[in-house]
């Protein structure tokens, strides 16, 4: 029943954060914080990158080297999509073999 109440408080507090960005979507931020506001998504992908590298299941070689090609596709190309794409390729190529 943990797990119930547990799913039940993230979905809460995700959707008054979503209340929360409507209810203030009209309001001015500060320059600086507006131009910090800019770095969220690449650090939560990054955030949640690390976090499935440090879970251990045993493929974690595999994790990593698809991790590097991620980031190697990504500093060719410059596009998060490929990034990502690449990266779940690499990492499905590889756990097949």
């Known amino acids: 029943m943990s797990t ?55 493929d974690l070689p595999i994790r990593l080297i698809a991790a590097v090609g991620g980031g190697l596709v990504m500093r060719f190309t410059n596009k998060t999509w490929a990034c990502i794409v690449g990266g779940m390729l690499l990492y499905w190529v590889l756990g097949r073999l």
């Open 4 to 58: 119930f109440w547990a799913i039940l408080g993230m979905a809460v507090g995700v959707y008054a954060i979503r209340l929360g960005g409507f209810a203030l979507a009209d309001a001015v931020l500060p320059p600086r914080l507006e131009q910090s506001l800019i770095f969220v998504p690449v650090a939560m992908l990054a955030a949640l990158c690390a976090s499935t590298l440090v879970v251990g299941t045993g």
